[in-house]
């Protein structure tokens, strides 16, 4: 793993340093904003920015498993997990965040199952880690850090054992 | 046998032809696959674009118009084509083969198959005659099997009661001539359900029903006792040749689920119907519209189970 990658906590942080003005600088009128992570890493880096923004906003969840492009090559993913919008996506400005930015593929998805719900004022994009090799003309609005991997080399967001913090695993596939 | 046919070599859900057999994680994968797809019916666009370009069937030699529909329903949430056919009324009165039906049928780049026949194995017959990319669900196939309402009746159970090993279930009525029944039973055990009792007169049950790990009651009274659910059977009035029972209103006294049998289940039991009730002969209204029903909620999960069968047939196909 390169040493000049910070931890996942550190770039929540820096992250949520990004977006507090954005979030919270609402006139009167604006369109309200919620966020909303894409299962499983996009939910914890949610879940963490959401402690450090202190604001009270509507979260949502997404799993875009029947939203995918490669279903007719590799099927169902095995586990798939519910979606839940619990606020109503018309006129409601999205920050969508998701742990790793790489083909763009799940972000395409991700729109396309909010897009489901209705129609949204606006959608941001936040990801703790942008690796570069995008097959969609998509780009992220907050980036935590910018990582260039070879692309046999997979970088994942996964949970600490005893379930509280963050790490990242890059693996040579 | 039926196992093999069901199942690709790396043991993904190839075709749906009965639970006999089927594994518990399949049918564990089934249902939480299902969950997933409830909250899609809850959103203004209740679709998702999974199968879109699939090209679906519903082959019904048997009429039924709910199944039908739920299939369709299902089918049409997954951006799926479907196109309903009702044989009975069109090729086979024309002197068509069941086989040559569902080649002529492959050849207009069928993807799936929905079959409901009279005959017990008519669904496994095309499965084995069906081009590998095609797969078959049996919506039903004379007393054997009916896999997709059995599942159905496992998540509403699950849904409502939690998981299953602390379960005990009552199957209530026309065991005999009951494909729900047999779908129910294979099902519960192979989830782990430790008391499965069916409840009937020994006219409507099968002579080997005991080798199936159910506890017989021919007692209504002793057989829902302190039971976490009472799943009903139809009376199948239409499959009924000669004469099994004296009359509706007589099995109704004897078998009828009424409010004051209902109190001899737990008091937070919940009651199931497959439907179409015959109210009057095997339920009371008081308790289909009562507050233990979910037999309306046992419809809606229904569109979701069948979602999640096609959606993990449709993707069998794909290389892991």
Redesign the interface.
């Known amino acids: 793993m390169p040493t000049s990658l910070p931890t996942p906590e550190q770039l929540i942080d820096q992250l949520a340093r990004a977006i507090a003005p954005v979030i919270h600088d609402s006139a009167p009128g604006d369109p309200p904003w919620a966020l909303v992570g894409i299962h499983t890493g996009g939910v914890w880096v949610m879940d963490g920015l959401m402690r450090r923004l202190g604001a009270d906003l509507p979260r949502g969840v997404l799993d875009i498993a029947f939203y995918r492009d490669d279903f007719s090559r590799i099927g169902l993913h095995p586990q798939v997990k519910p979606s839940s919008i619990p606020f109503e996506v018309e006129g409601c400005r999205i920050l969508l965040i998701d742990d790793v930015l790489y083909t763009g593929r799940t972000i395409r998805a991700a729109m396309n199952l909010l897009f489901d719900y209705g129609r949204p004022a606006a959608i941001k994009l936040a990801v703790l880690v942008d690796r570069g090799g995008r097959e969609l003309p998509l780009c992220a609005d907050f980036v935590g850090a910018n990582l260039n991997l070879a692309a046999d080399e997979h970088i994942s967001l996964n949970q600490n054992h005893d379930g509280v913090g963050l790490h990242f695993a890059i693996q040579q596939r | 046998m039926a196992t093999n046919l069901q199942l690709t070599e790396d043991g993904?859900l190839r075709h749906l032809l009965t639970l006999e057999g089927l594994p518990r994680r399949i049918l564990t994968?089934i249902l939480?696959?299902a969950?997933?797809?409830?909250?899609?019916a809850e959103?203004?666009?209740k679709?998702?674009?999974?199968l879109r370009g699939k090209a679906i069937f519903n082959i019904f030699f048997e009429n039924s118009t709910r199944t039908r529909t739920t299939f369709e329903i299902a089918a049409k949430r997954l951006s799926a084509d479907i196109v309903n056919l009702n044989i009975n009324a069109s090729s086979l009165s024309k002197g068509e083969t069941l086989l040559d039906t569902v080649a002529n049928l492959s050849a207009m780049q069928a993807d799936m198959f929905i079959v409901r026949h009279a005959a017990a194995g008519a669904a496994h017959l095309i499965a084995r005659n069906v081009a590998p990319h095609i797969s078959v669900i049996n919506a039903g196939d004379g007393r054997c099997a009916h896999p997709t309402q059995g599942l159905l009746d496992m998540y509403t159970l699950r849904h409502y009661k939690g998981e299953f090993h602390n379960l005990r279930v009552a199957i209530v009525g026309d065991i005999l001539h009951s494909r729900v029944a047999r779908s129910q039973i294979h099902a519960l055990t192979t989830l782990g359900c430790p008391e499965v009792r069916v409840v009937a007169p020994k006219t409507l049950l099968p002579r080997d029903v005991e080798s199936l790990g159910v506890h017989v009651h021919h007692n209504m009274e002793d057989g829902i006792r302190d039971v976490d659910a009472v799943l009903m059977l139809r009376l199948q009035n239409e499959r009924m040749r000669g004469s099994r029972l004296p009359s509706a209103g007589e099995f109704f006294k004897h078998w009828g689920l009424t409010p004051a049998k209902l109190k001899l289940a737990r008091p937070d039991a919940i009651v199931m119907h497959p439907g179409p009730m015959n109210r009057g002969v095997e339920i009371d209204s008081e308790v289909a519209d009562g507050v233990q029903s979910v037999i309306l909620s046992q419809v809606t999960f229904g569109i979701a189970v069948r979602m999640a069968v096609m959606?993990?047939l449709?993707?069998?196909?794909?290389?892991?």
Do not use: E, H, I
């Open positions: 993904r994968q939480d696959t969950a997933s797809f409830v909250p899609v959103r203004d666009v679709k998702v674009p999974l959606s993990l449709a993707g069998s196909g794909a290389q892991a």
